[in-house]
Every structure is written in C-alpha cells, then in structure tokens.
C-alpha cells in the first residue's frame, strides 16, 4: 500500500483552533454597529467636543464675591456676580433640552400659570432646534 500524502483532512490541524462559522457573522454585526455609533457621536459632537470649542478653564480660581454670594452664579458680560433669592422663592430649572416632544409643553403650562422658569440647554440640541429656544427666550 502506498503512504498517505501529508494533505490535510477534514480534521483541523493539532494546536490550531479557528471561530466557528457561526460566531462571525454576529462579531462583524457588533463591530460595525460599535463603529456607527462612534461615528455618529463624532459627527453629532457628542464626543470630544468640549476641547474643540475652547480649551479647558482652570479650576483652582474662584473670585471671592462668588464664594461669599448667594447659590445663583451669572457671568453674562464677561462678569461674574452672585445672586440671592427673595426668601420664600423657588426657582424652576430644566435641564439638557431643548426636547422637540417636552419643551413645548412645558411652556404651555408656564404660560398658563404666568410663571418663569430657567432652561439649561445643550449647544447640540439648541442647534437642533433654534425655534424652541427662540420661544423660551421671548417667553421669559
């Protein structure tokens, strides 16, 4: 009988092991949705952001009228003040908006009520949706 040639069989070969077949397919998937979603934050300047609008402000200086103050900070105009509230005041704050679905009725029942509130918005959504900013400035 003649010896066997060194061909591979339908054996994986000793000390090697490959994925299986199955496992690729859903790999690949988590790959290119993992790079969609970076892509997508990158684009949507959800991520690294902060350092290409202005460099980062120092940390180690508080101005002493803001530390002895009241718990209302301003810094419109390039100076920076201290506020106190009237007692037995409340103030309504919302924050991360403006939402297309909330924003507006929030708005609806502060107008109703003839109250004020004040709206911490993001650069993303506020250049997503410039009309609802719009309203809550010439709404108070």
Known sequence: MAPRSN????????????LPLRSLLPLLFLCAMLAMLM???????????????????????????????????DTRGGKETSLHLPDHRIVLTFDDG????WTPKVLDILKKHHAHAVF?????????????VQRMVDEG
Do not use: N
């Open 39 to 73: 892509l997508r934050g990158y684009v949507h300047s959800e991520i690294l952001a902060d350092f290409r609008v202005r460099p980062e402000a120092s940390t180690d200086k508080v101005p002493q009228k803001i530390l002895d103050g009241g718990p209302v900070i």
């Open 98 to 101: 403006p939402d297309p679905k």
């Open 7 to 18: 061909r591979r069989s339908g054996k994986r070969a000793a000390g090697r092991r490959r």
């Open 120 to 132: 911490f918005v993001t650069g993303t959504m506020a250049s997503r949706y410039p009309d609802l």
